[in-house]
């Protein structure tokens, strides 16, 4: 007996209609009965929501050694598309983080002048950066792959941030008096802090979307 076959009939036997099932799986009717038809798989989480509620075991759904193999083989696919498709975000991420991180010294050394150091000011570290890093990390908290990991990030931001105003106006003023300074540290706490809000927010996205069981 085939996978969907298998699901139909333990739907059948727990006495439950296709819209039933559907809505205590938080599913479309649709999608049951594509499951039922052999149209398409079930994700695994899907599977073991089935099992429960219709009374079946895993084992009972998954024992024929054929139909494990597809499906395991359909799983692992289904995970390479997942890792490809967080892969690419993540890069994607770390591509517009850095454009917004080097259009502040560009800006700075090839269009600002004496009299727009405010207006640079404002528009960078009062703007843009703690946009993009609270916002940034808001979208890496949602990501549940990266774990604990995820909070070692604003640690790179605050980094960046500091940085930023240091190849800007630190360097600017070294260049003008001859005297040495070090980054001005509190900017890194600044922009560590906006990181981890944007974490703390993503993070609790994250969570109501675990409750809502999306």
Known sequence: MELYEKLRAA????????????????????????????KTYPDIVSVVKMSDLYGVSLDGLLKEKEEVSDYVRYLGESCDRVKSGRRLRFCILAAVYFLV???????????????????????????????????????????????????????AFGAAEMLAYYVTFDVAWMSSTGVFTWPQFELFFFGALLSLAGLGIGAFAAFLRKRSGK
């Open 11 to 38: 739907r059948a036997q727990a006495g439950l209609t296709q819209e039933q099932a559907a809505e205590a799986l938080l599913v479309s009717r649709q999608t049951v009965s594509n499951w039922e038809t052999g």
């Open 101 to 155: 991180w080097a259009a502040a010294p560009v800006t700075y050394w090839g269009f600002t002048g004496a009299t727009d150091a405010m207006g640079f000011s404002l528009l960078f570290f009062y703007l843009l950066f703690p946009l993009a890093h609270i916002a940034l990390s808001a979208v890496l908290g949602v990501e549940r792959s990266l774990g604990k990991g995820k909070w070692l990030f604003p640690l």
